[in-house]
C-alpha cells in the first residue's frame, strides 16, 4: 500500500505538469483537514516520548495511526473532484463486497486453499477462528474481525443508499448487495460487527428528519434487537448463537476477559499520561528489544491501543478528532446538502463511519486495511460533498434553461 500511494502521487506531481490538468487545493482547505493535522502532529511528537524505546517502532505504527489517515483523505480530497466520480467509487465498492461474498462462500463450501490452511494450522490462525462455536470465516482479509467489520460497513452504506430516490435497476442491485453483505457478516463470527448495522441506521434515523423513515428502520431496529436480545430463535444455528452473545455481555467470558486486562492496564498507566510509544503495544516492545508488563497484556481494541500507545492525553484528543468530525459531517449532511440522492449517499457513509468508530471500542479492525482507508475515502466524500451538491444544482439549472429555449 506504501508503494500504490507513492505512485498516486507520483501521478498526481506529473499530472499537474499538463495545464490541462487542475487540482483544487482550495477544497483541502477545510476544518476536517485541519483536525486532522492536529492529530497528525500529536502523533510525530510522540517520537520524542521518553518511554519510547524504538523509532522503528514509531515509524512502522505512526503510519496506521495517523500519516493514512491525512494522506488518503487529502487526496481523496483532491482526485474525487465531481459526482460521477463519488457514484463510480460506490459501485467498484458493491463489486469488491460481492467478490468477497464469493470468497466466504468457497470457504464455506469447499474449503480453504493452501495458504489459508497455512495461516489457519501452522501460523496458529485455527486458535482464534476455529472456535468451540464454529468457523469464523475471513473471505481474503486478514481476519475474521477486520472482514465481518467490513461487511457490516458495507451493509449500512448499500442499504440506506438503496432508500433513496436513485434509478430502480441501482436500487434493486444495492438491496442484493446490502443483504449479501449482510449474509457474509454472519459468516464471519464478529460479534462487534453487529453494533455496525444498529449504529448506523440510528444515525440514519436522525439524519433523515422523515417520520416514514424513522417509523420503518427504527421498527427494523426494535425487531432485531428484540430477536437477539430476548428469544432464542435460531440458537441451534452458530452465527445465531454466536451473534446473540453481544448483546449479553455481561455473560461473555470474552468480553470480561477484556474488561480484567484492561483494569490492569489501569494500574501501569498511572504515570504514563503521554502513553508507551507509538508501535510499542501488545507484545510489539519485545520486538525492540523493550519489555514491560503492558507488552504482555493484548489490547483487543483501537481505542485501547491508542491509549497505551499515546496515553490519556492522546486518547482524548483521538475521541475529541472523532466527535467532532461526526458532528461536522452532520451538521454538512442535515443543513447544507438540498440533492435527495447525493444527500442519501452521504447518509450511507455517514452510517456506516460512525458504526465503525464506535465497533473501534471493542476491536481494532477500525483501522486495519481495507477499513482505515474506506473510511478516509468516505470522509473526503461527506466535506466534498457541498461542492457536488453545487455541481448538480447547476446541471439541473444548465438542462432546465436548455429546455426552456427549446420550447420558446
Not at 460497513?153 to 443508499?161: A, E, P, T
Not at 492522546?314 to 467532532?324: A, Q
Not at 447518509?347 to 464506535?358: D, E, F, P, Q, T
Not at 482505515?372 to 466524500?381: Q, T, W
Request: glycine share 6%.
Amino acid at each position: 500500500m506504501d508503494l500504490l500511494i507513492l505512485f498516486v502521487i507520483a501521478s498526481l506531481i506529473i499530472n499537474k505538469i499538463n495545464p490541462k490538468t487542475k487540482y483544487n487545493w482550495n477544497r483541502v482547505n477545510n476544518p476536517m483537514t485541519y483536525s486532522i493535522l492536529i492529530w497528525v502532529i500529536y502523533c510525530f511528537l510522540e517520537l520524542f516520548n521518553p518511554q519510547s524505546v524504538s523509532s522503528q517502532a514509531w515509524f512502522t505504527g505512526a503510519r496506521g495511526m495517523s500519516l493514512y489517515f491525512i494522506i488518503i483523505f487529502i487526496l481523496s480530497t483532491l482526485i474525487i473532484n465531481d459526482y460521477k466520480k463519488v457514484k463510480a467509487i460506490l459501485f467498484i465498492w458493491s463489486i469488491l463486497t460481492i467478490i468477497a461474498f464469493i470468497k466466504v462462500y468457497i470457504q464455506k463450501n469447499y474449503g480453504f486453499d493452501v495458504a489459508e490452511k497455512r495461516w489457519l494450522y501452522v501460523d496458529g490462525g485455527a486458535r482464534t477462528h476455529i472456535i468451540y462455536s464454529g468457523i469464523r470465516y475471513f473471505s481474503f482479509f486478514n481476519d475474521a474481525a477486520t472482514f465481518g467489520c467490513s461487511m457490516a460497513f458495507s451493509f449500512v452504506v448499500f442499504i440506506i443508499s438503496a432508500f433513496g430516490k436513485i434509478n430502480l435497476k441501482y436500487k434493486i442491485y444495492y438491496i442484493i448487495v446490502s443483504l449479501i453483505a449482510l449474509y457474509s457478516m454472519f459468516q464471519s463470527g464478529t460479534r462487534v460487527a453487529m453494533a455496525i448495522p444498529f449504529i448506523g441506521i440510528a444515525t440514519y434515523l436522525f439524519l433523515s428528519k422523515r417520520i416514514r423513515t424513522v417509523l420503518i428502520f427504527g421498527g427494523i431496529l426494535v425487531f432485531m434487537f428484540l430477536f437477539f436480545k430476548y428469544t432464542n430463535i435460531g440458537q441451534g444455528n452458530s452465527n445465531i448463537r454466536r451473534a446473540r452473545t453481544a448483546f449479553n455481555p455481561s455473560k461473555d467470558a470474552s468480553f470480561l476477559v477484556r474488561l480484567e486486562n484492561q483494569n490492569k492496564m489501569k494500574t501501569y498507566m498511572v504515570d504514563k499520561p503521554f502513553g508507551i510509544g507509538i508501535g510499542l503495544s501488545a507484545g510489539r516492545a519485545q520486538k525492540y528489544g523493550s519489555y514491560t508488563k503492558l507488552s504482555e497484556l493484548p489490547t483487543d481494541s483501537w481505542f485501547v491501543l491508542v491509549w497505551i500507545e499515546t496515553g490519556i492525553v492522546g486518547l482524548c484528543l483521538y475521541i475529541g478528532l472523532l466527535l467532532f468530525i461526526l458532528v461536522y459531517c452532520a451538521y454538512i449532511i442535515m443543513f447544507k446538502l438540498k440533492n435527495n440522492e447525493l444527500r442519501q449517499y452521504m447518509m450511507g457513509l455517514y452510517g456506516g463511519i460512525a458504526g465503525m468508530m464506535i465497533a473501534a471500542y471493542a476491536n481494532e479492525a477500525f483501522t486495519q486495511f481495507p477499513n482505515g482507508f474506506i473510511v478516509y475515502i468516505g470522509l473526503a466524500m461527506i466535506s466534498l460533498s457541498p461542492y457536488f451538491d453545487k455541481e448538480i444544482e447547476e446541471k439541473e439549472q444548465k438542462l432546465y434553461n436548455s429546455v426552456r429555449e427549446r420550447i420558446n
